[in-house]
Structures are given as structure tokens and as C-alpha cells.
């Protein structure tokens, strides 16, 4: 057995399905995650992950790699070591990092009540909660670039949401700020360089904002959810930026007024998918 196929397993069979969300079951043979759930998590094949473990599958790209460590929870420096033993290396420090640390995980699980959800520098959204994709439309059925928050903003509106003219105005400003300042801390991203450039060309609104040269980073903003079962619900919106680790997330609450509602919380879960 290669060094890459002992670490995929001893590294899925510590995980404990309730460390990720999931029921552990009463008839379960298999120590910490079957590799189904190991696939569903990373996004990947069973069969896909099985030849990985028998060694029969070689040259996993970098973006497998990182939804595997991201799927099973590793550190920083366990996330490298998956990448040395692939023969791939590890992500560089003026790339965009996509990893989630064990301390993020903690702050989302902890974090259960409210809908919060993690993002890259440039606001590619890597997890979510299920309150979050109550209120947003759930993500798992978005790919590419329509999961990233910038891009979906400014090329396709943001339907189901209102923002008074003062915050939409703060929103879209801020994303802009957000990006340039990513631009400036990873300048060896390509796929950053990409989303800027493909922005700047085909989007007036964005070439706009990124004209004015702004560099800061989103913290919070207030919007209304229109589309949901039980009416609009007005949340504040507020970032915790990671800068240790490799994301920042997002969480949201009731605004004042909001909170007067008996069961906000389960006026979300029920609100409507986009």
C-alpha cells in the first residue's frame, strides 16, 4: 500500500460521522466514515476514492486533494503531506487558500442557530449549514463560479434578497474592496486573476466599482430574504475573518426588529430554495 492510500484511510476511518453532520446509526461495522460518505463529502466517486485507497488511481489534481482535506477535517500540515505523497505540491503562499481548519469546523458546529457559511478570500463558498441554504438556496446544486458570492452578485442579481439603497450600495462596493485586496495578498492565484479579468470585461457594474480603487474587506451588512415561506425576514450580516487559517465566515442573525418573530429559526429552515 503507497504512503497516499494508508493516510486516506487511517484518515477517514478517525473520522467520526458526527463530526460532520451525519447520523452514525446503530448497525455500522465500519470504523469512522464509509467511503460513500467519505464521497459524498468530497464530491467525488465511490469507486473513485476505493481505487485511491487500493492505490490503483494516481495523479489526483490538486482541487480532489483539497476536497478531500477538506472532507476529513485535516490540518494545515496534514493537508500538505496528502499533497507530497500525490506528488502534487502543496498549496503556495500566494495562492488563495481552500482548506478549512479544524477551527472553522468548531466555529460553524458551535455556530448551529444561526445560518453561517465559509468562504475563500475571493468568496468561493466551500461549507455551509443547513439554515444557510434555507435563507440562500442550497449550494450543492451550484458549481464553478455561481458558487462564488462576487460572481453571482454582479452577474446575476441577487433575486429573493432586497437591500435598502444605502446597504446596496455598501455590498457592492465592498465586494469589489474585497477582491482588489485578495488580488494584492495572493498575486499568484490564476483562477483570481481569471474571475477578476472575466469581471472587468464583461461586467460595467464591476469595472466601476474596481475603478474606484478601493482596498478593504467586507464586514457586515443588513438585508431583507423575500423569498421565503413565512414572509421577509431582515438578518444583519457579519464576517469573522481567519487570517490564520484559510477562510472567512459569513453568519447571519435576526435584526432587532426580526427577533420579535416567535421561531425565526424555524421560519428559516423552512424558507424557499431559490
Same mark, same amino acid.
Given at each position: 500500500m503507497t504512503e497516499f492510500a494508508s493516510v486516506l484511510r487511517s484518515w477517514r476511518e478517525r473520522v467520526q460521522p458526527a463530526d460532520v453532520g451525519l447520523a452514525a446509526g446503530s448497525?455500522?461495522?465500519t470504523a469512522g466514515l464509509r467511503r460513500e460518505e467519505l464521497a459524498a463529502l468530497a464530491g467525488?466517486?465511490?469507486d473513485y476514492v476505493v481505487r485511491l485507497e487500493q492505490g490503483r488511481s494516481v495523479n489526483p489534481s490538486p482541487q480532489m486533494l483539497g476536497a478531500l482535506a477538506r472532507a476529513l477535517r485535516l490540518t494545515e500540515d496534514e493537508r500538505d503531506h496528502l499533497h507530497r505523497v500525490a506528488g502534487v505540491?502543496?498549496?503556495g503562499r500566494g495562492e488563495v487558500p481552500r482548506h478549512i481548519t479544524p477551527g472553522v469546523h468548531r466555529i460553524v458546529d458551535r455556530l448551529g442557530d444561526v445560518p453561517i457559511a465559509v468562504f475563500t478570500a475571493t468568496h468561493?463558498?466551500?461549507l455551509w449549514n443547513p439554515l444557510w +441554504?434555507?435563507?440562500?438556496?442550497? *449550494?450543492s446544486t451550484r458549481t464553478g463560479w455561481d458558487r462564488n458570492l462576487v460572481w453571482t452578485y454582479f452577474t446575476q442579481g441577487h433575486a429573493g434578497t432586497d437591500f435598502d439603497a444605502v446597504h446596496e450600495e455598501e455590498f457592492a462596493r465592498d465586494l469589489a474592496a474585497d477582491l482588489r485586496t485578495a488580488v494584492g495578498r495572493y498575486?499568484?492565484?490564476r483562477a483570481l486573476a481569471r474571475l477578476v479579468a472575466r469581471?472587468?470585461?464583461?461586467v460595467p457594474e464591476f469595472e466601476r466599482r474596481w475603478s474606484e480603487a478601493r482596498v478593504a474587506e467586507h464586514r457586515s451588512s443588513r438585508k431583507t430574504v423575500t423569498r421565503t415561506a413565512v414572509g421577509p425576514i431582515t438578518i444583519d450580516c457579519d464576517t469573522l475573518s481567519v487570517r490564520a487559517a484559510t477562510s +472567512?465566515?459569513?453568519?447571519?442573525? *435576526?435584526?432587532?426588529a426580526a427577533r420579535t418573530r416567535r421561531g425565526w429559526i424555524s421560519s428559516a429552515s423552512r424558507a424557499c430554495r431559490r
Open positions: 448497525h455500522r461495522r467525488v466517486s465511490v505540491a502543496p498549496p468561493d463558498m466551500l +441554504a434555507a435563507l440562500n438556496g442550497d *449550494p498575486p499568484a492565484d469581471l472587468r470585461a464583461e +472567512a465566515s459569513s453568519s447571519t442573525r *435576526p435584526s432587532p
